[in-house]
């Protein structure tokens, strides 16, 4: 599967962004997906991640305890993108968002089998 984010810019802190990522290729929806950043001098972190479903809109979500109750994670598997829905931004969300796919269980980056290429999200203060 190919997978291509984009939506990222800059905004000021409290504003919102939503991110989208649009794959190719095999089923999108037999994929686990994710969002996972990183920011300059850090590791790539997990951020969120939704399960494969038969449904249109996916299954069970998962969200990092840094972004939870201002990140959304969703999916349209009929448009084959997955999203995540950025609110109440804050400068140390400033990082390049990358979206991933899995074949099998989101435990961690090196539990992703596909990568996109990131898009850049900057939160200024």
């Known amino acids: 599967v190919q997978l291509q984010a984009s939506g990222g810019g800059l905004v000021q802190a409290g504003g919102s962004l939503r991110l989208s990522c649009a794959a190719s290729?095999?089923?999108?929806?037999?994929?686990?997906m994710g969002w996972f950043r990183q920011a300059p001098g850090k590791e790539r972190e997990f951020v969120a991640s939704?399960?494969?479903?038969?449904?249109?809109?996916?299954?069970?979500?998962n969200i990092a305890d840094s972004v939870k109750g201002r990140f959304t994670i969703s999916r349209d598997n009929a448009k084959n993108t997955l999203y995540l829905q950025m609110n109440s931004l804050k400068p140390e969300d400033t990082a390049v968002y990358y979206c991933?796919?899995?074949?099998?269980?989101?435990?961690?980056?090196?539990?992703?089998?596909?990568w996109g290429k990131g898009t850049l999200v900057t939160v200024s203060s």
């Open positions: 939704i399960n494969r479903s038969i449904s249109r809109s996916g299954g069970v979500t």
């Open positions: 991933a796919a899995s074949t099998g269980v989101v435990t961690s980056k090196n539990s992703m089998d596909y």
């Open positions: 290729g095999r089923t999108f929806s037999s994929y686990n």
